[in-house]
């Protein structure tokens, strides 16, 4: 069924405090995800590295699902072609998968200020991997995660292969992977998957709390830091240590870096501004 409403009450965006809130927003299908909603949760991502006032990201849904994956009755137009020609050519599944899914991980991989999922339910696919590129993951009791590609006798995309292990070691993640079963939010937690579980009437309390806490915050030394440990997944020792020197030299060149050491002398908290 398709959903005439603005773009822009599908996925809902807020600021509020230095936070902006991603919020998907079609509860009746369990927020299966669009072509048009993956790209605006793209471009919002983006808008937040960009924009110095936003601080944190919280990425989240309504209703009783997170993101059951993608939506696969949504689709875009196909581009006109010659007589004859087939309707899927080799390296359109490629490119779809890479314009589409993975670009969205990429996005949360590469925001420059900390993104928070707070997966209030069912988060599937996609879904399930765009919560788990985030920084931060907390969960409602009631959520679950389902890597649900073998179910429909395909391979994970977006980034699935790449994320997972990096979290849960390849043993746990083939499981997850090969089954295709249901992962409740506390398995979730126990597996390292999810960094905390909280009753679901106070997840929204929960993540505001973390993504305050990241608002005050010295903003460019949470980037860079963000930035370091991604990196360090895929470094030698030798460029772990490189990265992190240069690193260290920029950051000791911002505001927050004085102000963090002025207040170390001072004896005093310190007050950081994102800068």
């Known amino acids: 069924m398709a959903d005439d409403r603005p773009l822009d009450e599908q996925v809902q965006h807020r600021t509020d405090g230095g936070v902006a809130w991603i919020t998907l927003n079609r509860p009746e299908v369990g927020n299966a ?19 110095i006032a936003v601080r944190a990201v919280v990425v989240t849904a309504t209703g009783k ?17 010659p007589e004859g020609a ?15 899914a993975q670009r969205l991980v990429a996005a949360v991989l590469d925001c420059e200020v900390p993104v928070i999922a707070a997966v209030n ?18 969960a409602a009791d009631t959520a679950s995660f389902i890597e649900v590609f073998v179910r429909r006798g395909i391979v994970p995309d977006g980034g699935g292969a790449y994320l997972l292990p990096r979290l ?31 009753p679901a009437d106070e997840l929204e309390a929960a ?10 915050g010295p ?5 860079l830091t963000k930035w370091l440990v ?5 470094s030698d020792r030798a460029g772990a240590f490189a990265d992190e020197a240069v690193a260290q030299e920029l950051t000791m060149h911002t505001a927050d870096a004085q102000e963090g050491i002025a207040a170390f002398v001072e004896r005093r908290d310190p007050t950081y501004q994102g800068w």
């Open 33 to 51: 995800i669009t072509p048009d909603q993956r790209d605006r949760v793209i471009d919002l991502l983006a808008a937040a590295s960009s924009d």
């Open 219 to 223: 903003t460019r030394a949470l980037a």
């Open 230 to 234: 991604n990196r360090s997944l895929e």
């Open 121 to 138: 339910g069912t988060a599937a696919g996609i879904g399930a991997h765009l919560a788990l590129a985030c920084d931060l993951v907390v």
């Open 168 to 198: 849960i070691g390849p043993h746990r993640t083939k499981e997850l992977m090969f089954f295709g079963d249901k992962v409740p939010a506390a398995d979730a937690e126990r597996l390292g998957l999810v960094n905390r579980v909280v």
């Open 65 to 81: 699902a997170f993101c059951t994956g993608a939506d696969l009755r949504a689709s875009r137009p196909a581009a006109a072609r």
């Open 86 to 100: 087939p309707d899927r050519a080799v390296g359109d599944i490629s490119r779809t998968i890479r314009d589409g």
């Open 207 to 216: 993540a505001a709390e973390w993504a305050a806490r990241l608002a005050a």
